[in-house]
């Protein structure tokens, strides 16, 4: 039997089915839907990775906010307590999975590990149901050896605007959070105020060869006072001035302890090591503002000096009390300010401990520049601008503790340095104190309402941009209690 005939419409439709298969026009649409799913399935990818990403961001914020609050040495309350509490008000607390604490004399360290999971809305299709969300945060806050030397101006013209009353209880606060229960073993500071000069009382002018002007009669009427109150002691034989108590000899007023360094002295990070150095004399450049200050170019022993001092209540009581004197002597404030960081003033920290003028357990301080365990800090207020130096050509004259230079004696007025040669001679400490090596001191300065020249010179002097702080009656307490809490270097470590 033969081959069949193929039917009819077979045979018919035999060269359109050859002429489908030959052609090429649909084989795109096939394409496109392949690529389609492939990037639906990519931008789902990119949804759920993008819903992952912000709660591990969220997860992360709260766990680096809730160790930040635990590990502040000032803080009261547990740290375990600490980081429930701020997990808790995030939402996440059932997410925490452990937290470590390791704190001592000096220093807390609190890690917290938290992790949840994510179902995924595209991811799933793929056989990927659940996305690990994980954080981890450690904060420490560790307190190292630190050195400070506090810089308060005060010259007459911070009566002005209310700033004497505004930076009483800022300083305050600053040495609340420097010297905290946790902080005080090893936290020292030296509080330095300044005027026109700056008094390192009686025993340090004695011990850096000052040369005090002889005990000279004078009358009450004059200005003299008691004896028992001023520097120096008239011979047994001889006569006083006469005054309200006719028991009492009455002498020229010696009531401070300013060393007149020449300007040969700024070229060195040390204390004064000349041979002599004359006192500065009592007296009054400009006019007096009796009610807030007190008589004197060179502040008066009682706002001398304090030295590497933990006692947050002596050094309040200080800064509560001090008065303020004539002139604006910026530079002989940093040079007292930088020496007593210096190395090479140790052996004047134990003669100030001897003497009971500094705590025996700072003994050893300053601490060598090398020393990785310590950080050195001056911290200088001005409200103005370094003035020139000018001192009566007598410096005995019986009008000195009475009548202003300027009130008609400035035939009897020596300039014994320019306003420019001052502002070098500043310069010339910041610069030591920020080239110690290896590890320089850190200058924070603060213009405070000072515009122009002062805050200029505040800014240059300055550690970086970052260590100037400009402020005002308003602000000056945040100021103080911003550089308090750099320093007491509170910091995320992971």
């Not at 090479?344 to 003028?357: F, I, K």
């Amino acid at each position: 039997m033969g081959p069949q005939p193929k039917p009819a419409i077979l045979t018919a439709a035999t060269p359109r089915l050859r002429r489908f298969a030959r052609r090429e026009e649909g084989a795109i649409t096939i394409f496109a839907c392949f690529m389609v799913i492939i990037m639906l399935m990519v931008g789902g990818i990119s949804v759920d990775m993008m819903r992952h990403e912000m709660d591990r961001s969220r997860l992360q914020a709260a766990a680096d906010r809730a160790v930040l609050a635990a590990a502040a040495l000032n803080q009261r309350l547990a740290p375990e307590d600490v980081v429930s509490d701020y997990l808790t008000k995030s939402g996440i607390r059932d997410y925490v999975s452990d937290v470590e604490v390791s704190e001592g004399l000096s220093f807390r360290t609190v890690t917290v590990g938290a992790s949840t999971t994510m179902a995924t809305q595209f991811m799933d299709y793929l056989g990927v149901e659940t996305l690990n969300v994980p954080a981890r945060a450690t904060a420490e806050d560790r307190v190292p050896n630190v050195e400070i030397s506090l810089v308060l101006d005060i010259s007459g013209s911070m009566r002005f605007s209310n700033r004497m009353n505004d930076l009483r209880p800022a300083a305050a606060e600053f040495l609340d959070i420097v010297l905290d229960d946790a902080n005080r073993q090893k936290t020292s500071v030296t509080l330095v105020p300044y005027a026109g000069q700056t008094n390192p009382g009686p025993f340090m002018f004695d011990r850096l060869n000052g040369a005090r002007y002889p005990a000279t009669p004078l009358d009450e009427a004059d200005g003299g006072i008691p004896e028992d109150l001023s520097h120096g002691q008239l011979p047994a034989d001889a006569e006083g001035g006469s005054g309200s108590d006719p028991n009492i000899r009455y002498v020229y007023p010696n009531v401070s302890s300013c060393l007149d360094i020449g300007t040969d002295g700024f070229g060195s990070a040390a204390l004064p090591s000349g041979i002599l150095y004359p006192q500065t004399p009592h007296f009054m450049n400009w006019t007096i503002a009796g009610n807030v200050m007190d008589w004197g170019w060179c502040p008066q022993d009682q706002t001398a000096i304090q030295y590497l001092s933990n006692d947050r209540t002596g050094l309040k009581a200080l800064i509560d009390t001090m008065r303020m004197h004539d002139g604006t002597g910026t530079h002989y404030a940093m040079k007292w300010a930088v020496s007593m960081l210096d190395p090479s003033s140790q052996d004047e920290v134990v003669a100030l401990a001897n003497a009971g003028l500094a705590p025996a357990e700072f003994v050893g301080r300053p601490a060598s520049y090398d020393d990785p365990t310590t950080q050195k800090y001056i911290i200088l207020m001005t409200d103005g601008q370094i003035t020139e130096q000018v001192r009566p050509i007598d410096m005995m004259d019986p009008e000195n503790p009475v009548r202003e230079l300027q009130r008609g004696r400035q035939v009897e007025t020596e300039i014994i340095s320019s306003a420019g040669t001052n502002v070098g001679s500043f310069f010339q400490q910041c610069d030591l104190a920020k080239s110690r090596s290896p590890r320089p001191i850190v200058i924070y300065t603060i213009a405070f309402e000072a515009p122009g020249v002062p805050e200029q010179q505040m800014r240059d002097c300055a550690s970086s941009p970052s260590h100037f702080f400009s402020a005002d009656g308003d602000n000056i307490a945040d100021v103080f209690e911003a550089i308090a809490y750099q320093i007491r270097q509170l910091r995320l470590t992971q």
